[in-house]
T-cell receptor, first 115, second 115 residues
Framework: AQTVTQSQPEMSVQEAETVTLSCTYD???????LFWYKQPPSRQMILVIR??????QNATENRFSVNFQKAAKSFSLKISDSQLGDAAMYFC????????????FGSGTQLTVLP | DTGVSQNPRHKITKRGQNVTFRCDPI?????LYWYRQTLGQGPEFLTY??????LEKSRLLSDRFSAERPKGSFSTLEIQRTEQGDSAMYLC???WGQGATDTQYFGPGTRLTVL
């Protein structure tokens, strides 16, 4: 079974600075999908960014980018120019490409943005 | 597109009672997922529907849990004879099921407290 590990329970960053959240995963599959979701306090989870394993190019969405290292099974999220609204719990998630459509989540990283 | 909605948002019940939650997915989404999230943890997969067919169930889904999606639209999750260990946030997600990434969109969740 696949597992996802987020080794940083909490992180903080100064407003306008850059922060990187770590995620590693374990799988024997060669093709899969990786996601970062954001869960603000008392609000629903929203997708931040996604990466297909077969793509070598790292995904980017505005201030959010990933560093996908397939051989190392690492998928970190970089947030540039951090804003107060970025404060949230961030979850890394894995999905197989086949019929098993469920997401396997890490335990999350609580990000605090300091003014 | 009004997003995924869940009702009720909060439910407090006594041990041994039955509870039912409802999820309304994004219209035209043919896939619907239930997850459970305990405090400080990432969501864990419970079950998944494609249209009205329940295609996958996690080992977490004991015999006391039952889920339905009778017309391939909304879904209900029932927990019979609730236990204190059932206290958690129950999340629903839906997806279109097309394309490689098949992104899941989450609802706000139903927070269950079993006294």
């Amino acid at each position: 079974a696949q597992t996802v590990t987020q080794s940083q329970p909490e992180m903080s960053v100064q407003e306008a600075e850059t922060v990187t959240l770590s995620c590693t995963y374990d799988t024997s599959e060669s093709d899969y999908y990786l996601f970062w979701y954001k869960q603000p306090p008392s609000r629903q989870m929203i997708l931040v960014i996604r990466q297909e394993a077969y793509k070598q190019q790292n995904a980017t969405e505005n201030r959010f980018s990933v560093n996908f290292q397939k051989a190392a099974k690492s998928f970190s999220l970089k947030i540039s120019d951090s804003q107060l609204g970025d404060a949230a719990m961030y979850f890394c998630a894995y999905r197989s490409p086949g019929s098993a459509r469920q997401l396997t989540f890490g335990s999350g990283t609580q990000l605090t943005v300091l003014p | 597109d009004t997003g995924v909605s869940q009702n009720p948002r909060h439910k407090i019940t006594k041990r041994g009672q039955n509870v039912t939650f409802r999820c309304d997915p994004i219209s035209e989404h043919n896939r619907l997922y239930w997850y459970r999230q305990t405090l400080g943890q990432g969501p864990e997969f419970l079950t998944y529907f494609q249209n009205e067919a329940q295609l996958e169930k996690s080992r977490l889904l004991s015999d006391r849990f039952s889920a339905e999606r009778p017309k391939g639209s909304f879904s209900t999750l029932e927990i019979q004879r609730t236990e204190q260990g059932d206290s958690a946030m129950y999340l629903c997600a839906s997806s279109w099921g097309q394309g490689a990434t098949d992104t899941q969109y989450f609802g706000p969740g139903t927070r269950l407290t079993v006294l």
